[in-house]
């Protein structure tokens, strides 16, 4: 014990002691009584101290561990961190491609949409006639110019350009609006009717006449009375209605009583009236008498730019009939249309449109009709421009009859293919002529 005490304390703990060894001489010569006290103080000391280093070997230890621990989180965390980073990139790129996707997606329905918007075409419109292209709003000028006055009006255009709604238009922009416009439709009566139709008959005026007519300008007098197919109208009936439009005058069928009336009359043809008097089917006095104020309805295939606003008013007029919805036109669908050359004019669309609502499955517009390419129809164009009207009218019936088969009626028949009733289909071949 005590030599441990010798040999190993002061080598450890010199310096306490030497302050000691020299205020009482040389410690190695002279042994010295111990202070017990000091000694106990210094073992535990030295207890406390190794105590102490273990302590701190093991901090240490822990420290390191902790240290190591440490490290290895952050690395996972920094590694989870990039790998985070790198998926939000990703994230966000097939966030934009996204994007890019809808919007592109946006812009095609509103393409599409556009022309079932039809409350902000209507304002381009004229009353129940669609269409904004310059050749229309020309017509609609000429309308305007004319509708209040009582000027006689001729119409001139092909099969099916809206004769007929540009009539009712004139008709109900005049003084005579209140009253009913009056229509004689010449093509679809025969020759021997049209006469007690415009003047009417008296009792026993023919066989089977057993009571009194009143004819159709009696009906319109103060109003308007709308000639329809005036091509198409006997040469001696042509003489009485020359009277009418002259003095007003006239006779009805079997009396002789004049009757006078106050008409404003509205004609229309899709013939070439100067032709037809060339070849002595049409007075000419009558014409001049007719050809006051004309107003020529351009083909549609002179303006393609209202083929959208009239798909948009033909479906919704069709989803209205037939219950269906309806909602887009694809620019495809569009293009096809606007290709075509439309020899049937806006009736043929029509009925073009109407078949399509009624097939269409879903809420897109699918039309079925295969169509002339158009380059067919620009050389059909060409050739048509040095001809007459009925010309044209005759040629487009023989060519539609042959590609049927000749057949008139039914669904692939010719007279749908025209949009014409079969009886007027028929009554146009036997006038030129066209048989099998
Ligand atoms: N611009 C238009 N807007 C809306 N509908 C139209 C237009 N033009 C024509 N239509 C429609 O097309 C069809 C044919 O028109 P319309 O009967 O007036 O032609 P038309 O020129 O008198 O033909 P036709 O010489 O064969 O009698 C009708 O159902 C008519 O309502
Ligand atoms: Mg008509």
Request: proline share 4%; hydrophobic share 35%; with cysteine.
């Amino acid at each position: 014990h005590r030599r441990f005490l010798r040999r190993d304390v002061p080598a450890r703990r010199p310096a306490p002691l030497r302050g000691r060894h020299r205020r009482r001489g040389d410690p190695s010569l002279r042994p010295e009584p111990f202070d017990l006290v000091e000694v106990q103080t210094r073992i535990h000391n030295l207890l406390e101290v190794r105590l102490l280093y273990k302590k701190i070997e093991n901090y240490n230890k822990v420290l390191e561990q902790t240290v190591q621990e440490r490290t290895g989180e952050l690395l996972r965390a920094n590694e989870q961190l990039s790998q985070e980073i790198e998926e939000r990139k990703g994230a966000e790129k097939s966030l934009q491609s996204a994007y890019a996707e809808i919007k592109q997606l946006k812009d095609r329905f509103q393409a599409e949409n556009i022309y079932l918007q039809q409350d902000i075409d209507r304002e381009f419109n004229f009353g129940e006639i669609i269409g904004r292209s310059n050749a229309l709003v020309q017509v609609f000028f000429r309308v305007e110019q004319v509708a209040p006055q009582d000027t006689t009006v001729l119409l001139l255009g092909e099969t099916g350009t809206g004769k007929g709604v540009v009539a009712r238009a004139i008709h109900s922009r005049s003084a005579h609006k209140d009253r009913p416009m009056v229509t004689v439709n010449c093509t679809a009566l025969p020759a021997n009717l049209i006469e007690s139709e415009l003047f009417g008959r008296e009792k026993g005026a023919f066989t089977g006449s057993d009571a009194r007519q009143m004819g159709r300008f009696e009906l319109a007098d103060n109003g308007t009375l709308f000639l329809d197919e005036i091509g198409e109208m006997p040469m001696d009936l042509q003489t009485k209605l020359l009277r009418v439009i002259q003095d007003g005058e006239f006779e009805r069928l079997g009396g002789p009583k004049t009757i006078k009336v106050n008409v404003r009359i509205i004609a229309s043809t899709n013939r070439n009236l100067e032709e037809e008097i060339r070849k002595g089917r049409f007075r000419e006095d009558l014409f001049y008498r007719l050809n006051v104020f004309p107003i020529t309805i351009p083909p549609l295939r002179q303006r393609k730019e209202d083929i959208p606003l009239l798909v948009n008013f033909f479906v919704a007029k069709f989803n209205k009939k037939t219950g269906k919805k309806i909602e887009t036109v694809s620019k495809d669908t569009l293009n096809t249309l606007q290709d075509y050359h439309w020899p049937g004019n806006v009736r043929e669309l029509e009925s073009v449109i109407e078949r399509a609502v009624i097939t269409s499955q879903g809420t897109a517009l699918q039309v079925l009709d295969r169509f002339e390419n158009s380059r067919k129809a620009g050389e059909q164009e060409a050739r048509d421009d040095g001809k007459a009207l009925g010309e044209m009218e005759h040629d487009y019936i023989l060519q539609v009859l042959q590609k049927t088969g000749w057949r008139i009626e039914g669904e692939t028949g010719a007279a749908v293919i025209l949009g014409l009733n079969p009886s007027t289909l028929r009554g146009r071949m036997r006038k030129y002529g066209i048989r099998r």
